[in-house]
């Protein structure tokens, strides 16, 4: 089998479900070493199990990506037992409801804490050291929903929309400096986004939305990212998104 990343290191974020695990167990089989965190240290020990079973190597950094010590501190661990860091897949987030009618501020703080400030924590830990190594990777899993906002969606749609423009943003900046820069925006993907919805009518229709006949499975992004880090250094797949064929809308 074919291991084009091979001897790369690759911390992944929001590891313990999803596209997260679906991005670590694909760059495992791709032969990087993965080192993953999550709030759930349960379940990243059980897909340090898992990997380990298939011949992998893994690492669990239990942590909360909106505490920027943790995640900060994610980084340094898997620079200090690993040895570098070449890959970085900013995976976690959340959805919630977030209309302006009624409207609970603390919603939008802290989908943003997630979806947005924890991209910059891990990636203003991570970019030092790719520059030091001389190159490096880094994948921000946004959503087509940053493309397009939507009612009861703007809380969302509106950290997702600040990811993009960041995440452009560093591309730009370090792109000359050998460190290439991707967003990935996944359209409906079977995850448990919905799960943690306040709202029991959104977390409803999220859920069903997610788990549709058809809806893209976690690890059709994990092939993606494969795909997109296994490209020659001088090929960025800077954008590229992802969808369920069945959904045709714009």
């Avoid at 990343?5 to 167990?25: D, P």
């Avoid at 947005?116 to 203003?124: D, F, I, P, Q, R």
Wanted: charged share 20%.
């Amino acid at each position: 089998m074919s291991k084009p990343l091979e001897g790369k290191v690759a911390l992944v974020t929001g590891a313990s479900s999803g596209i997260g695990e679906g991005a670590a167990l694909c760059l495992a089989e791709a032969g990087a070493t993965v080192a993953m965190t999550a709030r759930r240290a349960d379940r990243l020990a059980g897909l340090v199990e898992k990997i380990e079973a298939m011949g992998g190597k893994a690492l669990a950094i239990p942590g909360d990506m909106t505490v920027e010590d943790e995640a900060r501190g994610a980084v340094e661990e898997t620079v200090a037992k690993l040895g570098s860091i070449d890959i970085l897949i900013n995976s976690a987030g959340i959805m919630e409801a977030g209309g302006i009618e009624n409207c609970d501020t603390a919603i939008y703080r802290k989908v943003i804490d997630i979806n947005l400030m924890g991209t910059v924590y891990t990636c203003a830990a991570a970019v030092p050291h790719m520059l030091e190594q001389g190159g490096g990777d880094i994948i921000t899993i946004s959503s087509l929903a940053g493309r397009k906002g939507g009612p009861m969606t703007s809380a969302y749609s509106a950290s997702k929309h600040a990811v993009n423009f960041m995440t452009d943003g560093m591309r730009q900046e370090l792109g000359g400096k050998n460190i290439r820069v991707t967003t990935l925006m996944p359209g409906a993907t079977e995850t448990e986004v919905g799960d943690n919805i306040s709202d029991p009518n959104w977390r409803k229709a999220i859920q069903a939305h997610v788990s549709k006949e058809g809806a893209v499975k976690p690890r059709d992004i994990g092939e993606a990212i494969v795909f997109i880090l296994a490209m020659p250094r001088r090929t960025n797949i800077s954008e590229i998104s992802i969808r369920p064929t069945i959904d045709t809308s714009a």
